[in-house]
């Protein structure tokens, strides 16, 4: 099963405070053992939201919005896809990734849809 994992944003990301170099190293480690299990596919940090654009869909119409955008808690400030067995091992992974945030933070898993999910349509 594939799952994208979202470190969610915080003011603190919002603001492009770049993480310290004994996290930036201690994420690199951890990286390196999703890589080494065959767990990691990609994964990458984002710029804040204020560089970002969002466009919004009304049928044939399209409307384009330019950042910041205020609700911190419903931003991503980075994402890895892995593959895994089971959401079950995703969390094991997540459980043993250093807090990738200086403050409180929060990690989302997703399962991403696969083809067999499509088969009956």
């Given amino acids: 099963m594939r799952v994208?994992?979202?470190?969610?944003?915080t003011a603190d990301s919002e603001k492009g405070l770049l993480p310290s170099t004994?996290?930036?190293e201690a994420m690199g480690r951890f990286n390196e053992e999703l890589t080494n299990a065959g767990v990691m596919q990609s994964g990458d940090g984002l710029h804040p939201s204020s560089k970002g654009k969002r466009v919004a869909f009304d049928g044939a119409s399209r409307s384009v919005s330019d950042g910041?955008?205020?609700?911190?808690?419903?931003l991503v400030a980075g994402f890895w896809i892995w593959q895994v067995k089971d959401m079950a091992e995703a969390v094991e992974w997540v459980k043993r990734c250093p807090n990738p945030m200086p403050g409180p933070s929060e990690i989302e898993i997703r399962p991403l849809y696969e083809e067999a999910d499509f088969a009956p349509a």
Avoid at 4 to 9: E, G, P, Q, S, Y
Avoid at 68 to 74: D, I, S, V
Wanted: net charge negative.
């Fill in 22 to 24: 004994e996290l930036l």
């Fill in 68 to 74: 910041p955008f205020t609700q911190t808690a419903e």
């Fill in 4 to 9: 994208m994992v979202m470190v969610k944003a």
